[in-house]
């Protein structure tokens, strides 16, 4: 056989299998037959599915009893005849509202009756008059003459054919005779009525006096009986009890002058008539406590608002536009105070044995005071009696002029808080004792009891301070301001109006406070505690403070600058904590630890204070530690300075229990910075690069020279590939669908396109055959107009 160059060679036809199906060769070198062929499948399940939709439905099984297994056939033949019935019924009364239903009777009722059947006894007058008229016809009469379709009584008389005349007299005579009887029975209605309206008349004539008018009160009795004249008298007063010496020596010094003035007594007679609710009455018993404390508010800790906004959205503490507390106190210069004669009518409810007996050393301080007019006033009240007499003079003062007992009380205690304010502030700057430790605990107690007003004066106290210490930074510490800002308002890292320019104030203050001497540096300590107890936040400068504090302790040189420009550059100054001799266990040093008062005292340069000063600094160094343990990634760059620092203590020469103290401390530090110190710094990965590459033979095992050798990911691969395939030819294939699917709507829109088409011929056709017609007809009679 002789091969043709161009005669196109087709395949023989092989039966392959994949991926489990048989794929025939009947498209192969065919392409339109392998396009009927997948059009023709299509057509099959494609265009089936696409006719069906919207098209197929359920046949739902409505015959009654037929789901019902319980019941016979004879039941469920009942049950349709019976439904049947009712369903020609409802089809016969459809139109009547008064039928009932399978549902119930649906009847509109008043008062539980039927509409029905409720009779009206109303005197009926209406137009019912204008039917006497003898020239008038009724309704039934038209009616049944016009359009009754045939005879009116065939069934009585049906051979006699009645005339047109004699049906119309036979009709107004019924119409006249139903009149009339609707008239006897509407004058029954309204002689029965009038009847019982008579009746009910005689009967409430009868019971008229047992009823009270409507807005009268009970009559009161005019005369009393004999019980009322045994009674007891309504108004009952109680006498006074025999009191003992100490009583009247308490009452004669409770009221100076002896006795007491009408206006007093008149106001007594008035307090009488008030309710209890609008007096105040505070009751102290033999040991000092309040007997009525549930009655009182109690003074908590809570953020307050502030009186402008301006003061809310404030942040700087140099705001020109904010008050200082020489300006507050200022405001009150002119605050028009009540007479002396109106004070004493206040207090005269006090006069009573309102407090009862107290402790025996409280007996020296009096009940009452005067509010003080001017700050030195105030000043000589306190200083008038002993310091640890201040806090009853206080709580009294503040008592006698609540808010409750008077009005203008509360800009009184005001101007009282603003002075003590003033006192306090004067008394934590002047040379420090133990009396005026005392005042300075008492103050702070007493301060609680006006927590609103107290938010504009703390506020100006602290800008004070802030303008000093920014005019003079070298100023000595005074911290008394930020542990009284402690104990008045809630301390959190929130930001708070108070709060958190005090938090301002203390870390400028560590910064820029110029340690001196040894007891600067012993409040700088005390000041750092505070801020410890204030904030969880990290403080750089109280953290810097530290760090200089303990290179003071130190054997340091001059190339060792201090954090801080406020620690001394020059000897000896600069080794200020530095120990030199060798302390015995001995020492007394464990007063120092939490003694706050130890640090007010002027403190003397010896080895022993320096314990205490440098055992203090460790308790705070170590509080510290705990505190920002948390702050992992920055622990160890934060303290691994204290840790150098901490070993260079001369430690062979402190006392036993402050050497074991920082120890501790140096190991536990140490620890946690090695834990923490871990960092990856962040580069560039480097590969080697090898120089020669080395071309080495590669041995297998198992090796099998007829089948093709395979990697171990030849599989994985040949996979993926499948995978690709497939999914490129599912997305072709589904192309065509949608290809497929948008054919078929053409062709069906096409054919509906064309009916219509075809019907609008068809009409129009006819429409115009017709308009021939018509017009032909005009034209042979002539009745057209001939126009162009």
């Given at each position: 056989?002789?091969?043709?160059?161009?005669?196109?060679?087709?395949?023989?036809?092989?039966?392959?299998?994949?991926?489990?199906?048989?794929?025939?060769?009947?498209?192969?070198?065919?392409?339109?037959?392998?396009?009927?062929?997948?059009?023709?499948?299509?057509?099959?399940?494609?265009?089936?599915?696409?006719?069906?939709?919207?098209?197929?439905?359920?046949?739902?099984?409505?015959?009654?009893?037929?789901?019902?297994?319980?019941?016979?056939?004879?039941?469920?033949?009942?049950?349709?005849?019976?439904?049947?019935?009712?369903?020609?019924?409802?089809?016969?009364?459809?139109?009547?509202?008064?039928?009932?239903?399978?549902?119930?009777?649906?009847?509109?009722?008043?008062?539980?009756?039927?509409?029905?059947?409720?009779?009206?006894?109303?005197?009926?007058?209406?137009?019912?008059?204008?039917?006497?008229?003898?020239?008038?016809?009724?309704?039934?009469?038209?009616?049944?003459?016009?359009?009754?379709?045939?005879?009116?009584?065939?069934?009585?008389?049906?051979?006699?054919?009645?005339?047109?005349?004699?049906?119309?007299?036979?009709?107004?005579?019924?119409?006249?005779?139903?009149?009339?009887?609707?008239?006897?029975?509407?004058?029954?209605?309204?002689?029965?009525?009038?009847?019982?309206?008579?009746?009910?008349?005689?009967?409430?004539?009868?019971?008229?006096?047992?009823?009270?008018?409507?807005?009268?009160?009970?009559?009161?009795?005019?005369?009393?009986?004999?019980?009322?004249?045994?009674?007891?008298?309504?108004?009952?007063?109680?006498?006074?009890?025999?009191?003992?010496?100490?009583?009247?020596?308490?009452?004669?010094?409770?009221?100076?002058?002896?006795?007491?003035?009408?206006?007093?007594?008149?106001?007594?007679?008035?307090?009488?008539?008030?309710?209890?609710?609008?007096?105040?009455?505070?009751?102290?018993?033999?040991?000092?406590?309040?007997?009525?404390?549930?009655?009182?508010?109690?003074?908590?800790?809570?953020?307050?608002?502030?009186?402008?906004?301006?003061?809310?959205?404030?942040?700087?503490?140099?705001?020109?536009?904010?008050?200082?507390?020489?300006?507050?106190?200022?405001?009150?210069?002119?605050?028009?105070?009540?007479?002396?004669?109106?004070?004493?009518?206040?207090?005269?409810?006090?006069?009573?044995?309102?407090?009862?007996?107290?402790?025996?050393?409280?007996?020296?301080?009096?009940?009452?005071?005067?509010?003080?007019?001017?700050?030195?006033?105030?000043?000589?009240?306190?200083?008038?009696?002993?310091?640890?007499?201040?806090?009853?003079?206080?709580?009294?003062?503040?008592?006698?002029?609540?808010?409750?007992?008077?009005?203008?009380?509360?800009?009184?205690?005001?101007?009282?808080?603003l002075y003590l304010l003033r006192f306090y502030d004067e008394t934590s700057n002047s040379p420090v004792s133990s009396d005026s430790l005392v005042i300075l605990g008492s103050l702070t107690k007493s301060l609680y009891f006006d927590v609103e007003f107290s938010v504009r004066c703390v506020r100006a106290l602290i800008r004070q301070n802030w303008k000093k210490r920014m005019s003079k930074p070298k100023l000595p510490t005074s911290f008394s301001t930020v542990t009284l800002i402690a104990a008045l308002f809630p301390v959190s890292d929130n930001w708070h109006p108070v709060c958190s320019p005090a938090m301002a104030l203390a870390a400028?203050?560590?910064?820029?406070?110029?340690?001196?001497?040894?007891?600067?540096?012993?409040?700088?300590?005390?000041?750092?505690?505070?801020?410890?107890?204030?904030?969880?936040?990290?403080?750089?400068?109280?953290?810097?403070?530290?760090?200089?504090?303990?290179?003071?302790?130190?054997?340091?040189?001059?190339?060792?600058?201090?954090?801080?420009?406020?620690?001394?550059?020059?000897?000896?100054?600069?080794?200020?904590?530095?120990?030199?001799?060798?302390?015995?266990?001995?020492?007394?040093?464990?007063?120092?630890?939490?003694?706050?008062?130890?640090?007010?005292?002027?403190?003397?340069?010896?080895?022993?204070?320096?314990?205490?000063?440098?055992?203090?600094?460790?308790?705070?160094?170590?509080?510290?530690?705990?505190?920002?343990?948390?702050?992992?990634?920055?622990?160890?760059?934060?303290?691994?300075?204290?840790?150098?620092?901490?070993?260079?203590?001369?430690?062979?020469?402190?006392?036993?229990?402050?050497?074991?103290?920082?120890?501790?401390?140096?190991?536990?530090?140490?620890?946690?910075?090695?834990?923490?110190?871990?960092?990856?710094?962040?580069?560039?990965?480097?590969?080697?690069?090898?120089?020669?590459?080395?071309?080495?033979?590669?041995?297998?095992?198992?090796?099998?020279?007829?089948?093709?050798?395979?990697?171990?990911?030849?599989?994985?691969?040949?996979?993926?590939?499948?995978?690709?395939?497939?999914?490129?030819?599912?997305?072709?294939?589904?192309?065509?669908?949608?290809?497929?699917?948008?054919?078929?709507?053409?062709?069906?829109?096409?054919?509906?396109?064309?009916?219509?088409?075809?019907?609008?011929?068809?009409?129009?056709?006819?429409?115009?055959?017709?308009?021939?017609?018509?017009?032909?007809?005009?034209?042979?009679?002539?009745?057209?107009?001939?126009?162009?």
């Amino acid at each position: 056989m002789q091969f043709a160059g161009f005669k196109p060679s087709i395949p023989h036809s092989r039966v392959r299998i994949v991926l489990g199906k048989k794929k025939s060769a009947i498209g192969v070198g065919h392409p339109g037959q392998s396009r009927k062929r997948a059009y023709e499948q299509r057509e099959q399940t494609l265009g089936v599915e696409y006719e069906r939709v919207g098209k197929v439905n359920k046949i739902v099984d409505r015959r009654i009893g037929e789901k019902n297994k319980n019941i016979t056939t004879e039941e469920k033949a009942s049950l349709r005849f019976t439904a049947e019935r009712v369903k020609h019924l409802k089809k016969g009364s459809k139109f009547n509202l008064t039928d009932d239903n399978d549902e119930g009777e649906e009847l509109l009722t008043h008062g539980g009756r039927a509409l029905t059947d409720i009779q009206k006894y109303d005197k009926l007058i209406g137009s019912d008059d204008d039917d006497d008229d003898p020239g008038t016809i009724g309704a039934d009469v038209v009616k049944a003459a016009h359009f009754g379709g045939g005879d009116l009584d065939a069934s009585k008389k049906p051979e006699e054919k009645l005339s047109r005349k004699d049906v119309i007299a036979e009709l107004i005579a019924k119409t006249r005779h139903a009149r009339e009887e609707k008239h006897v029975a509407k004058d029954e209605m309204e002689t029965a009525t009038e009847e019982l309206d008579a009746k009910y008349h005689k009967l409430l004539d009868r019971v008229k006096n047992v009823f009270r008018p409507p807005g009268t009160s009970k009559a009161e009795r005019s005369e009393k009986d004999d019980y009322d004249k045994l009674k007891l008298p309504g108004s009952c007063k109680t006498k006074e009890a025999n009191q003992t010496q100490k009583e009247c020596s308490l009452t004669a010094r409770k009221s100076p002058q002896g006795h007491r003035s009408i206006d007093a007594d008149c106001l007594d007679e008035t307090q009488k008539k008030k309710p209890k609710k609008q007096g105040f009455e505070v009751r102290f018993s033999s040991d000092g406590q309040l007997l009525n404390a549930d009655k009182i508010e109690p003074v908590t800790k809570k953020k307050v608002a502030i009186d402008s906004d301006e003061e809310l959205t404030d942040e700087e503490l140099e705001d020109e536009n904010e008050e200082e507390l020489d300006d507050l106190i200022g405001e009150f210069i002119d605050l028009a105070f009540y007479p002396y004669s109106l004070t004493l009518r206040n207090h005269s409810q006090l006069d009573k044995p309102i407090f009862l007996l107290s402790a025996d050393d409280d007996l020296e301080v009096p009940f009452v005071f005067e509010m003080p007019k001017k700050y030195e006033q105030l000043v000589d009240l306190l200083t008038k009696y002993r310091p640890q007499k201040t806090d009853v003079v206080l709580q009294r003062l503040i008592k006698c002029y609540h808010p409750s007992l008077a009005e203008g009380n509360k800009k009184l205690l005001s101007k009282l808080f603003l002075y003590l304010l003033r006192f306090y502030d004067e008394t934590s700057n002047s040379p420090v004792s133990s009396d005026s430790l005392v005042i300075l605990g008492s103050l702070t107690k007493s301060l609680y009891f006006d927590v609103e007003f107290s938010v504009r004066c703390v506020r100006a106290l602290i800008r004070q301070n802030w303008k000093k210490r920014m005019s003079k930074p070298k100023l000595p510490t005074s911290f008394s301001t930020v542990t009284l800002i402690a104990a008045l308002f809630p301390v959190s890292d929130n930001w708070h109006p108070v709060c958190s320019p005090a938090m301002a104030l203390a870390a400028v203050t560590l910064a820029k406070g110029r340690v001196s001497s040894l007891s600067i540096l012993a409040r700088q300590i005390l000041l750092a505690t505070v801020v410890s107890d204030f904030s969880f936040r990290y403080v750089p400068e109280a953290i810097a403070f530290c760090q200089g504090a303990l290179l003071m302790a130190v054997e340091n040189e001059e190339s060792e600058s201090p954090p801080t420009t406020a620690f001394p550059v020059s000897l000896p100054h600069r080794r200020m904590l530095y120990i030199t001799e060798v302390r015995s266990c001995a020492g007394p040093i464990a007063c120092c630890k939490g003694s706050k008062a130890y640090f007010y005292r002027s403190l003397e340069a010896n080895d022993v204070t320096r314990c205490r000063v440098l055992r203090a600094l460790v308790a705070v160094v170590q509080k510290y530690r705990i505190l920002y343990a948390a702050h992992e990634h920055t622990f160890a760059a934060t303290f691994s300075p204290f840790v150098a620092l901490l070993k260079r203590l001369p430690v062979s020469r402190l006392p036993s229990v402050l050497a074991e103290e920082v120890e501790a401390l140096t190991c536990s530090m140490e620890a946690e910075c090695k834990l923490r110190s871990k960092l990856t710094q962040m580069s560039r990965v480097v590969t080697e690069k090898s120089m020669m590459k080395m071309l080495e033979p590669r041995f297998e095992e198992n090796f099998d020279p007829e089948r093709p050798r395979l990697s171990p990911h030849a599989e994985k691969e040949k996979l993926r590939h499948m995978v690709k395939k497939e999914t490129r030819g599912a997305i072709k294939e589904l192309r065509k669908d949608a290809t497929f699917l948008m054919r078929k709507q053409r062709k069906e829109v096409a054919a509906k396109d064309r009916d219509r088409r075809e019907k609008m011929k068809r009409l129009m056709g006819g429409l115009q055959s017709q308009q021939g017609e018509w017009n032909k007809e005009l034209r042979e009679s002539g009745k057209k107009d001939k126009r162009k």
